[in-house]
């Protein structure tokens, strides 16, 4: 018989497997030599008192064999099947080229960047030196920005698709099985590159093709039915089935189908700052302690407040993490955040937005690019104010509450540099006035919160597209081109790696074969 419970362990405890074993025997009220093994199925941190737990459901085996849960896929090989192109190998791409073996279907991967590894160097050069290559950066490349960003894996999307899939795949190609049980799933940038790397294998054993340094210029349609695509290598590729996956910040696709006149549309996105605070203040407020206990991770923080009716949120949040450089063109300024594995680097940083809509920007209604301008200009002043180099705008938290320039700027990770501005000069008028209203009551809410110790560096400009390119809501294709499926977070159907794979999924299992 199998029994599943609610268990709640002190950190002291956490690794402690016959404590753990034995809790669960008193709870269930059967002697522990009846169990003959338990997994745990879900856990997560209550911080909501001053005792901190590990909140688990296990699972017990009593009085019959153990079986560990266990996960195989059952992908085909695909040497001479029917082909897929797919557009961009970020989450989106890849999860659609994986659920292309498992259908029996040929997955042609292309992408504008390089492999996962060789994309290294174009980010140290970034980092080092300013420099941004257009097409290998922190979004383009294999495994797309997911790969440079962090892994978290938390969703809200179980209603979209299979969530425990996407996570399975990732532990079958080497993510710890923790992924599958943690109630914030996360893998860490320095492993994610490894198990980037295994999938790709997997995709080229079973006959799959991935093409890197090779951008797609052009689609070919025609009689409303796409036929393949043109590359910037000069090849043409045949295909009568495109996954479009190809990220938030593929400007050229939008203009590509602007050019074509293929239907596009704006669509709100959101945009603020990247906030950094020392790791323990963090630790401290929510773990309610002067140090935080060894077996507890670095903690992390959610807020959200409305300011003159409009939502200022807390987005990406990276404990013991790092501020990047996103952007993906010269002169301009974009971060994000990222976290290795152990989450142990000095700093937690979190995305601190304000959605941004049509009615903000004027013509949006009747423009498709007009958020996307209105998001560029942005970038384009960050990089201004900063003096260049990727310099990132920025200032201490209550200076720009008190709209006082800083005089000095505390430690961070954003490894190009900072330089002290007055950040309302940067934002939109309603963008920073939001945030100054909100930061205080983020204070008050959470303590230790709302301090000089905290930078804010700017933009945090790329939460998800502002360009939509639409698709039928029963069969994923666009409406004007049979053949086409706009997928992922650049078509605007995901946010996030989970999200993003199972968009992909979705794409492949809507293709009539």
């Known amino acids: ?22 809790l669960t025997a008193k709870q269930l009220k059967v002697a522990e030599n009846r169990i003959t093994g338990l997994y745990v199925r879900k856990r997560s941190i209550d911080a909501r008192s001053r005792q901190v737990v590990y909140r688990m459901r296990v699972v017990a085996f009593i009085d019959e064999p153990y079986i560990a849960p266990s996960y195989h896929a059952d992908v ?15 989450p989106a791409g890849l999860f659609a080229a994986y659920r292309c073996l498992e259908r029996g279907l040929k997955p042609i991967v292309i992408e504008r960047g390089k492999a996962v590894r060789d994309r290294r160097r174009d980010l140290a050069r970034i980092n080092k030196e300013g420099f941004v290559n257009p097409e290998s950066n922190y979004c383009f490349g294999e495994g797309g920005a997911g790969t440079y960003s ?44 490894h198990i980037i790397e295994d999938m790709r294998n997997t995709i080229l054993n079973c006959g799959g093709e991935i093409h890197f340094d090779c951008r797609v210029d052009d689609i070919l349609v025609q009689f409303g039915k796409v036929e393949g695509v043109k590359t910037s290598t000069g090849e043409t590729i045949k295909g009568d089935h495109i996954i479009l996956a190809t990220g938030h910040s593929a400007r050229d696709i939008f203009h590509l189908f602007k050019n074509k006149g293929w239907l596009i549309e704006a669509k709100p996105f959101a945009l603020g700052v990247r906030i950094e605070h020392p790791q323990e203040i963090i630790d401290q407020a929510q773990y309610h302690c002067s140090t935080r206990h060894e077996n507890l991770p670095p903690a992390y923080y959610s807020l959200v407040e409305q300011v003159d009716g409009r939502g200022v949120f807390s987005f990406c949040m990276c404990p013991g993490g790092i501020i990047a450089p996103c952007a993906t063109d010269h ?120 301090t000089n110790e905290a930078i804010l560096v700017g933009v945090e400009s790329r939460t998800s597209s502002p360009v939509r390119i639409p698709r039928d809501k029963d069969t994923l294709q666009h409406p004007d081109i049979e053949g086409l499926y706009p997928c992922g977070e650049g078509a605007g159907y995901a946010g996030g790696i989970v999200s993003a794979a199972i968009d992909g999924i979705n794409c492949i299992d809507a293709i009539k074969i």
């Open 1 to 22: 018989m199998q029994k599943e419970i609610e268990i709640a362990v002190s950190p002291d405890f956490i690794q402690d497997e016959k404590y753990i074993r034995s």
């Open 76 to 90: 085909q090989q695909v040497h001479d099947a029917k082909p897929v192109i797919i557009i961009g190998a970020g």
């Open 150 to 193: 962090d892994g978290k894996l938390y969703t809200r999307s179980d209603k979209r698709g299979n969530v425990q899939k996407v996570l399975q795949i990732f532990v079958q190609h080497g993510a710890t099985e923790d992924i599958l049980v943690d109630a914030r799933p996360h893998i860490g940038t320095n492993k994610l590159p």
């Open 331 to 450: 002169e301009e300024i974009v971060v994000n955040g990222w976290s290795p594995s152990k989450r142990n680097n000095p700093h937690a940083n979190s995305g601190t937005v304000i959605q941004i809509n049509m009615e903000d920007v004027p013509n949006a209604a009747t423009d498709p690019f007009a958020l996307l301008a209105f998001q560029q200009a942005i970038e384009q002043k960050a990089f201004i104010m900063g003096g260049g180099q990727l310099v990132a705008p920025a200032q201490r938290m209550v200076d720009f509450v008190e709209r006082r320039v800083s005089n000095s700027l505390p430690e961070n990770s954003y490894k190009p540099g900072t330089r002290s501005v007055d950040l309302g000069e940067v934002l939109p008028d309603f963008v920073h006035r939001a945030l100054r209203g909100a930061l205080p009551i983020f204070g008050k809410k959470m303590k230790g919160y709302y």
